[in-house]
């Protein structure tokens, strides 16, 4: 729970309830933070005080709603960090950020009055539509991206039309970064450059294979060089004035530039004259349900074989005050944190 400005504690609150026939219950196993909750923390949104935070994460069905119809008390299920209503057309197609009723995210009140799943319990709205069954095969690490981190760089990689052969740069390497480079790399970009201020997420780019560069205008004028021209692809995951310009900078003529931040603040970059006329740029948030399906059966490969350790820490819910102070003020020594409630 937030107390306030870059202040979080545990605390004891009731339990949740149905309140609607499509709603389960979960006790929750693990849970995650994510980069979008430090917006609440830091107090881009106002005051966040009694609000509690959480959409990543995964658990087991203890009561569901009468009108519930594919799942049951007793699954262990990954549940989508965005909720749709599950019967519009757009939810229909997975993409529940597309939803007519618009796009919620569990603790995020200007979107949803459900709240987060960092806790013992939660309760689940549209749950037939929100809610997966973790197969045998999944890792929990690897579940907890599925929710959203996962989807999110997939969605950045797919939408930036990476395909065999092409050279890709991801800009920001926070979990989301690394997400979306693994995600480029499995559809067949060989040729990958990563750009982050931090040197110990330059560390993890280089140890996975990707070549890694600080943000400077001569390490950007470097892949220019090496990419023939700009590389064909550039996911930008930062949403920050200069990690947009980094964008930019690096893209081919012809390059698709794909977004999946949220932005912290206004955009100054614009394609270049020069590369104005065939330079695509495309935004968007992730739809987790739409991107399960190709994802799960991809899990297995070389290129996200190690997802789980995009976790640096591992942390009893207890000790929520400390996870969100070294997640938000140290990002040099974590890349993303855990909950773990069968610690
Ligand atoms: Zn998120
Ligand atoms: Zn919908």
Same mark, same amino acid.
């Not at 013992?120 to 599925?146: G, Q």
């Given at each position: 729970?937030?107390?306030?400005?870059?202040?979080?504690?545990?605390?004891?609150?009731?339990?949740?309830?149905?309140?609607?026939?499509?709603?389960?219950?979960?006790?929750?196993?693990?849970?995650?933070?994510?980069?979008?909750?430090?917006?609440?923390?830091?107090?881009?949104?106002?005051?966040?005080?009694?609000?509690?935070?959480?959409?990543?994460?995964?658990?087991?069905?203890?009561?569901?709603?009468?009108?519930?119809?594919?799942?049951?008390?007793?699954?262990?299920?990954?549940?989508?960090?965005?909720?749709?209503?599950?019967?519009?057309?757009?939810?229909?197609?997975?993409?529940?950020?597309?939803?007519?009723?618009?796009?919620?995210?569990?603790?995020?009140?200007?979107?949803?009055?459900?709240?987060?799943?960092?806790?013992?319990?939660?309760?689940?709205?549209?749950?037939?539509?929100?809610?997966?069954?973790?197969?045998?095969?999944?890792?929990?690490?690897?579940?907890?991206?599925?929710?959203?981190?996962?989807?999110?760089?997939?969605?950045?990689?797919?939408?930036?039309?990476?395909?065999?052969?092409?050279?890709?740069?991801?800009?920001?390497?926070?979990?989301?970064?690394?997400?979306?480079?693994?995600?480029?790399?499995?559809?067949?970009?060989?040729?990958?450059?990563?750009?982050?201020?931090?040197?110990?997420?330059?560390?993890?780019?280089?140890?996975?294979?990707?070549?890694?560069?600080?943000?400077?205008?001569?390490?950007?004028?470097?892949?220019?060089?090496?990419?023939?021209?700009? =590389?064909?692809?550039?996911?930008?995951?930062?949403? &920050?004035?200069?990690?947009? $310009? +980094? %964008?930019? @900078?690096? #893209?081919?003529? *012809?390059?698709?530039?794909?977004?999946?931040?949220?932005?912290?603040?206004?955009?100054?970059?614009?394609?270049?004259?020069?590369?104005?006329?065939?330079?695509?740029?495309?935004?968007?948030?992730?739809?987790?349900?739409?991107?399960?399906?190709?994802?799960?059966?991809?899990?297995?490969?070389?290129?996200? =074989?190690?997802?789980?350790?995009?976790?640096?820490? &591992?942390?009893?819910?207890? $000790? +929520? %005050?400390? @996870?969100? #102070?070294?997640? *938000?003020?140290?990002?040099?020594?974590?890349?993303?944190?855990?909950?773990?409630?069968?610690?």
């Amino acid at each position: 729970m937030f107390s306030g400005v870059r202040a979080a504690e545990t605390v004891d609150v009731a339990d949740p309830v149905l309140r609607s026939p499509t709603d389960v219950i979960l006790s929750v196993e693990r849970t995650a933070i994510c980069g979008s909750d430090l917006h609440p923390y830091r107090g881009e949104w106002g005051d966040p005080g009694g609000q509690r935070p959480g959409h990543e994460f995964i658990g087991t069905i203890v009561e569901a709603g009468r009108d519930v119809r594919s799942r049951r008390r007793g699954e262990r299920v990954l549940c989508s960090g965005a909720v749709g209503c599950g019967e519009c057309p757009a939810c229909a197609q997975g993409l529940s950020a597309a939803c007519v009723s618009g796009m919620k995210v569990f603790g995020i009140p200007m979107m949803t009055d459900y709240p987060g799943g960092q806790a013992e319990y939660v309760a689940v709205p549209s749950a037939d539509f929100s809610l997966l069954p973790i197969p045998e095969e999944v890792a929990p690490e690897a579940a907890l991206l599925l929710t959203d981190n996962l989807a999110t760089g997939w969605q950045a990689a797919q939408r930036a039309g990476v395909r065999e052969g092409n050279s890709a740069v991801v800009v920001g390497f926070g979990p989301v970064g690394m997400c979306a480079a693994m995600s480029a790399r499995e559809l067949g970009a060989w040729d990958l450059f990563v750009i982050d201020p931090l040197g110990s997420r330059r560390e993890f780019a280089a140890s996975l294979g990707y070549r890694a560069f600080d943000a400077t205008p001569e390490a950007e004028a470097e892949i220019v060089e090496l990419t023939g021209g700009g =590389a064909d692809c550039v996911l930008e995951t930062a949403g &920050r004035d200069a990690s947009m $310009r +980094s %964008a930019v @900078a690096v #893209a081919h003529p *012809s390059a698709t530039i794909s977004s999946v931040s949220v932005p912290s603040e206004p955009y100054s970059a614009e394609p270049s004259e020069r590369r104005l006329p065939t330079q695509r740029f495309r935004s968007s948030v992730a739809s987790p349900q739409r991107a399960w399906p190709q994802l799960i059966p991809r899990l297995g490969s070389p290129a996200l =074989a190690r997802l789980a350790e995009i976790f640096s820490h &591992r942390l009893p819910l207890a $000790r +929520s %005050a400390e @996870a969100y #102070a070294l997640f *938000s003020e140290r990002p040099d020594e974590c890349r993303k944190i855990l909950f773990d409630l069968t610690l």
